[in-house]
């Protein structure tokens, strides 16, 4: 059966994550997204995608720098939230607990199990949304969800 090709017929990556980032003048800011995927291991790369209107898509092109906050399914009331109001219109980050990134100068959602600092390495403009193209410039993870090893155990981690 053929069916239309429109917005309802997308592939649905996983799993949704929340972009933070820091303005040139301070501002916290932060926005849902579900277009996120590895691109590379080596460096460790990360893409993810951003309508051109978001606020927060002109701070990360101005600042170079953005965290990808990777939240459980307890985080979703949180995630809903911050993908229905806009940075132009409210200050988003108010009642979400975040600390300042190690690297790059940008929030952490502390709340996330799993935090990617990244700093911007290319924008692609194929269509409704830019690519975002970050080399992974440190990772933070929860104890409880490390191997012995100091690698990520996927399996316990209950994402959104």
């Not at 932060?30 to 701070?59: K, W």
């Not at 996330?112 to 992974?136: A, M, Q, R, T, W």
């Amino acid at each position: 059966m053929k069916i239309d090709v429109d917005d309802s017929n997308w592939i649905r990556p996983m799993p949704n994550a929340i972009i933070s980032c820091r303005s040139k003048d301070g501002h916290d800011n932060a926005l849902a997204i579900g277009f996120i995927s590895n691109i590379a291991t080596d460096p460790l790369m990360i893409m993810v995608a951003i309508r051109p209107s978001r606020y927060s898509h002109e701070i990360i092109k101005e600042t170079k720098n953005f965290v990808v906050n990777l939240p459980t399914k307890d985080f979703k009331r949180e995630f809903d939230y911050l993908g229905s109001v806009s940075g132009y219109d409210e200050d988003k980050l108010t009642s979400i607990n975040t600390t300042d990134a190690d690297v790059i100068n940008a929030p952490i959602l502390t709340d996330c199990p799993i935090n990617y600092e990244c700093s911007l390495i290319d924008v692609y403009s194929p269509g409704s949304h830019d690519l975002f193209i970050g080399k992974v410039e440190k990772v933070h993870c929860d104890d409880k969800y490390l191997t012995k090893e100091k690698s990520v155990n996927w399996e316990k981690i209950d994402l959104l």
